[in-house]
C-alpha cells in the first residue's frame, strides 16, 4: 500500500496602561523592534516548549500542548506581555494560518482519492458523530458551547488544526482555541497509549487495528504513535485513514460558515471571514501530491524539515493562543466541555471498534 503521507484575541486588559497606549504607538516605527520582541518571544517559548517534550513524560505530550503549558504557566505567572502584544497576535493569527496552508503538505490527495473512498464514509461517520454527541453533552451538561464544539470538531477531524481551522469560523474566543488544542493534546494522548497497551489483546489484524486507530483517534500524531506497533501495513492503513478525515475539514468549514449565516449566531455586524487559508491548504495538498516528489524531485530530509517546520510555525501560534489564557476564569469553563469530549472520545473508540 502506497504510503498516505507525502514523502517527497487575548483577554480584554483594556485596563492595562500598555493596552491604553498600544494604539498609539502601533503604526509608528518604535514598534517595529517591539513587534519583532514579540514574534521571537512566540519562538523562544516554542523552542522551551520542544525541549521540555525531551523530558521523560512529557515525551508523550508532545512539543505543541508542552509550549501551551509554558505560555499559559507564563501569563498566570507574570500576566500578558503587553509591550510585545503586536509580535504575539502576529503568531497567534498569521502564523497560525500559515502553519494550517503547509499542514496541507502532510495529506496525499491521490493515495486518499486511489485508496481510501471506502475510508472516506467511515470518516464521515466519524466526524458527524463527534460534533453531533459532543454538542448534545454539552447542552445535557450546561457547559460551554463554543468550547465544546471546537473539541467535538478536534475529536471528529483532526484536533489542534480542525480547532485552529474552524475557530475564526464560528467566532471562538482565542483563550478557547488554545484551551481546546491543549485538552485535545492531552485526551489525545492518553488514548494513544492505551491503544499501545491494549493491542497485545485484541483479536484484530494489523490491519485492522490500524483502521481502528486512524479512525477513531485525534491528531496524526497520535494515530502514529498507536498504529506504529502494527507494522509499516498498520500504519499505512491508519495514517490513510486519518488523512481522509483531514480531507473533509474543508467541507466541514464551508458547512459551518452557511450555518453560522443561516443561525444568525453572529455577533452585531460581524460577517463570516472566507477562509482563504483553506485555499492555501487546498493548493499546497494538490502540490503536495502531483507535483512535489514527481515534477519536482525532493530528497527525504527535505520533507521531514518541511513537517518540522510546520509543526514548529504551529507551535509559535499556539504560544500566542496560550498567552491569552486565564486559568481563573477557566476554572469551571473548561471541566464539562472536557467531559463531554472524553465522553465522546470512549463512544466513538467502542462503536468504531464494533463496526471494523
Not at 486588559?13 to 509608528?28: F, Y
Not at 475557530?167 to 485535545?184: F, L, N, R, Y
Not at 489564557?325 to 467531559?339: D, E, G, Q, S
Request: aromatic fraction near 8%; include cysteine; charged fraction near 10%.
Amino acid at each position: 500500500m502506497a504510503s498516505p503521507l507525502n514523502e517527497s484575541a487575548p483577554l480584554n486588559d483594556s485596563h492595562h496602561p500598555s493596552a491604553q497606549s498600544k494604539s498609539k504607538h502601533t503604526n509608528t516605527p518604535a514598534s517595529l523592534p517591539l513587534w519583532i520582541a514579540g514574534v521571537a518571544f512566540t519562538f523562544l517559548v516554542a523552542v522551551l516548549g520542544y525541549g521540555l517534550a525531551q523530558v521523560p513524560g512529557f515525551d508523550r505530550v508532545g512539543p505543541l500542548a508542552c509550549a501551551i503549558l509554558i505560555a499559559v504557566a507564563y501569563r498566570q505567572f507574570w500576566g500578558y506581555p503587553e509591550a510585545l502584544r503586536a509580535g504575539i497576535q502576529f503568531s497567534a493569527k498569521r502564523l497560525l494560518r500559515l502553519a494550517i496552508i503547509l499542514y496541507g503538505l502532510k495529506l496525499n490527495v491521490d493515495v486518499v482519492l486511489h485508496q481510501g473512498l471506502g475510508l472516506l464514509v467511515y470518516d464521515a461517520g466519524v466526524i458527524v458523530f463527534a460534533i453531533a454527541l459532543t454538542v448534545l453533552l454539552a447542552k445535557w451538561l450546561k457547559a460551554d458551547a463554543s468550547l465544546s464544539l471546537l473539541l467535538g470538531v478536534g475529536t471528529g477531524v483532526c484536533g489542534a488544526a480542525a480547532i485552529a481551522a474552524v475557530s475564526p469560523i464560528i467566532q471562538a474566543k482565542e483563550e478557547d482555541t488554545a484551551i481546546g488544542v491543549g485538552i485535545i493534546a492531552l485526551v489525545g494522548t492518553i488514548f494513544a497509549i492505551l491503544y499501545t497497551v491494549l493491542r497485545p489483546f485484541l483479536p484484530l489484524t494489523a490491519i485492522d487495528y490500524g483502521m481502528w486507530s486512524g479512525i477513531s483517534l485525534h491528531e496524526i500524531a497520535h494515530v502514529a504513535l498507536a498504529a506504529a506497533p502494527a507494522g509499516q501495513d498498520g500504519l499505512a492503513i491508519g495514517l490513510l485513514a486519518k488523512l481522509g478525515r483531514v480531507l473533509l475539514l474543508v467541507p466541514l468549514c464551508f458547512l459551518l460558515m452557511f450555518w453560522m449565516k443561516r443561525s444568525g449566531k453572529l455577533q452585531g455586524e460581524a460577517k463570516v471571514e472566507f477562509p482563504w487559508f483553506l485555499i492555501g491548504f487546498l493548493v499546497m495538498s494538490l502540490f503536495g501530491s502531483y507535483v512535489l516528489g514527481k515534477q519536482i524531485p525532493v530528497s527525504e530530509s527535505f520533507n521531514a524539515g518541511v513537517a518540522h517546520v510546520t509543526t514548529f510555525v504551529l507551535t509559535m501560534a499556539m504560544v500566542g493562543l496560550g498567552l491569552n489564557v486565564n486559568l481563573r476564569a477557566l476554572r469551571t469553563k473548561a471541566a464539562k466541555p472536557l467531559i463531554a469530549m472524553s465522553i465522546t472520545s470512549v463512544l466513538l473508540s467502542l462503536l468504531s471498534y464494533v463496526l471494523i
